[in-house]
């Protein structure tokens, strides 16, 4: 069974540092033989003490495999330096471990080398790792290695101002990258302020620079020009006539956030919007004669505030004519992805971007085959505090197969909190179903026509169709029985309208019961009446009327009973597939412009010699 371990870990670690000696230096020896001091490396081991104990407390002794890592943070983090030794504890669970034993350097004197606190983490076996303590002064002793070292370099690199003047005295000293340091009197015992101003190291540069431009080392010694220029408090890269106070001209690329952050706090009176992300046109002004910016702008205003829930929008503005009035477009964003926008025309091709027509795509990219629903778009004319509520929507359901289904739902009357019913669906075969009645201003043209219901005698298993009756003219029907009166006649009264709307009368009557072989229409049409004679008394009579419309409407839109087709349907069919011809031959495909290859025509998009000099590619 595996024990878990738990480490009790105390006291800081032990360093061994050599120092390095140097005897006093004599006024009287002037001229004894420099020696070399002896420089011993320092250990970069870090003696560290522990006790292991098992979860009931008791020490666990014998070799246990324990991982000890550096970190810069007391919690979470990358560990800056780790090893793992096999650690021997005695009876009583303690151990002795020097960090850096198992690896080929030691541990890193860089780790302590720049003033920030380090952790010290330890893993017993595979357990987690425990509570990380905090490492004492005594390790970063390992930056003593360079103690005897300034910036690095041994004092054999340093000339002193007793040595410099010597050397002046035979000639003069060849400029390099020699680093003169000022020293004080050697009978000074302690250094004054003056002694300490002129220790201040100092050198020479090489090289030249333009006045303004940023200089940079452009090699050890020797200084240039960098891409920066410096004009009063505005800096400029790229460019020597920055215009803000950071001007970049050319591409650039940050990888990190670019953030905008608002001018103010906000407070509970008011919020306060961010800066602005602009784009920016040049257009030449006719008027003027002079050449304007014109800038689109995106900026993070507040919304909600002073609330509970205070948020924000991202609002698309306007700036005309290079100023400072930002005029709001309507289009905003809020922080759900929701695009509000007060108008939204969509255009296919513009000057610049001339494409094939494919205006808005609605996709659910997040969604499984087989019958996944997705609203296209949804109308809410007047917004209620229910946003889950629209007044109308457009679904398009796919069910993964060869079939979607697109329908068109709107709210049930008597409240605006109604749930939506669905009044239109159109599937994959071009079959429309309208849930209500349908009106149609205008002439309504078919192939054919027909009613369809439920069959009365099994309606569960069964549809019944009629075709409707048709007729080369705007023709109406009317029909009826009448029973005769005592001398075999009758007159037949028609609506007030019937005149209005009728003319061209024709008569059919039928005899009922009994043969009326002298049955006949005694008086045609007139004042909206018509009188039938010849009957027997009592008889009854089916009779029927038809009339020609001439209305104004039918007057001012009669149909033709044959015509011919357009010049662009010439050679086309309604139903191609009766007569042997392909799809390319339907009359749909010449409306839309198909090929034969079932391509659609898409003519290419030109503009005048100004638009196609605005045209020119630009950052």
């Given amino acids: 069974m595996k024990k878990r371990f738990a480490a009790m870990f105390w006291f800081s670690a032990l360093f061994s540092v050599n120092a390095v000696l140097a005897a006093p230096q004599s006024a009287s020896v002037s001229r004894s033989t420099p020696v070399a001091p002896v420089v011993e490396s320092v250990p970069r081991l870090v003696q560290f003490n522990g006790t292991l104990k098992d979860v009931a407390a008791r020490p666990v002794a014998g070799v246990v495999s324990v991982s000890f890592s550096i970190y810069a943070e007391q919690d979470g983090g990358t560990a800056l330096w780790s090893e793992t030794q096999n650690v021997l504890a005695d009876v009583s669970g303690h151990y002795n471990v020097l960090l850096g034993s198992a690896t080929t350097n030691g541990v890193p004197a860089e780790l302590f080398g720049t003033g920030q606190s380090r952790w010290l983490g330890i893993t017993v076996?595979?357990?987690p790792e425990m509570a990380r303590v905090l490492m004492a002064s005594v390790p970063y002793a390992l930056k003593a290695a360079d103690a005897d070292t300034l910036g690095g370099l041994p004092a054999s690199e340093y000339v002193t101002t007793r040595s410099l003047a010597s050397r002046q005295a035979t000639g003069p000293l060849v400029a390099g990258n020699t680093t003169i340091i000022e020293a004080s009197s050697a009978t000074t015992s302690a250094a004054s302020?003056?002694?300490?101003?002129?220790?201040?190291?100092?050198?020479t540069p090489s090289g030249s620079g333009t006045t303004n431009f940023i200089p940079k080392w452009t090699s050890s010694s020797?200084?240039?020009n960098s891409v920066m220029f410096q004009s009063g408090s505005n800096?400029?890269?790229?460019t020597t006539s920055p215009a803000e106070t950071l001007d970049v001209n050319g591409n650039s690329i940050f990888r990190g956030s670019f953030q905008l952050p608002p001018g103010h706090p906000a407070t509970a009176a008011s919020g306060f919007e961010s800066h602005s992300f602009q784009f920016q046109a040049s257009a030449f002004n006719s008027d003027t004669g002079?050449?304007?910016?014109?800038?689109f702008g995106f900026r993070a205003e507040p919304n909600f505030n002073n609330s509970s829930t205070p948020s924000a929008l991202l609002d698309l503005f306007f700036i005309p004519n290079g100023g400072s009035e930002f005029q709001n477009t309507g289009v905003s964003f809020n922080p759900t992805g929701v695009v509000n926008a007060t108008g939204l025309d969509i255009f296919a091709n513009t000057i610049s971007t001339p494409q094939t027509p494919n205006a808005i795509l609605i996709a659910n990219t997040a969604n499984a085959a087989h019958t996944?629903?997705?609203?296209?778009?949804?109308?809410?004319?007047?917004?209620?505090?229910?946003?889950?509520?629209?007044a109308a929507q457009l679904l398009v359901t796919d069910d993964g197969n060869s079939s979607a289904f697109l329908e068109y739902d709107i709210r049930k009357g008597g409240s605006p909190l109604n749930g939506l019913e669905t009044v239109i669906d159109i599937d994959s075969e071009g079959e429309v179903t309208f849930n209500g009645n349908v009106f149609v201003l205008g002439t309504l043209s078919k192939t054919q026509g027909s009613f369809k219901i439920d069959d009365p005698i099994a309606p569960a298993e069964k549809y019944l169709s009629h075709s409707f009756v048709e007729s080369p003219d705007m023709m109406n029907i009317y029909n009826g029985i009448v029973v005769l009166d005592t001398h075999g006649r009758a007159q037949i009264q028609m609506p007030a309208w019937f005149s209005a709307l009728n003319e061209d009368f024709r008569y059919t009557l039928t005899a009922i019961g009994t043969a009326a072989p002298k049955l006949h229409i005694a008086k045609e049409m007139q004042g909206n009446q018509f009188s039938i004679a010849g009957g027997k008394k009592g008889q009854k009579v089916s009779w029927q009327v038809t009339g020609i419309r001439h209305d104004a409407y039918a007057n001012a839109h009669r149909i033709p009973t044959e015509e011919l087709k357009p010049p662009n349907e010439q050679g086309h069919y309604l139903s191609p597939?009766?007569?042997?011809?392909?799809?390319?031959?339907a009359i749909s495909a010449a409306k839309r412009g198909v090929t034969k290859s079932g391509t659609p025509q898409v003519k290419a998009v030109t503009g005048s010699a100004d638009e196609k000099k605005s045209q020119g590619a630009t950052d």
Avoid: C, M, N
């Fill in 125 to 127: 076996a595979r357990q």
């Fill in 193 to 203: 302020p003056d002694a300490t101003q002129a220790a201040t190291p100092f050198a």
């Fill in 222 to 224: 020797a200084l240039g």
């Fill in 235 to 238: 800096i400029g890269i790229g």
């Fill in 290 to 295: 002079k050449s304007t910016t014109q800038s």
């Fill in 372 to 390: 996944q629903s997705s609203v296209a778009l949804q109308f809410q004319p007047l917004f209620d505090a229910d946003a889950s509520k629209p």
């Fill in 577 to 585: 597939e009766l007569f042997g011809a392909g799809p390319d031959k």
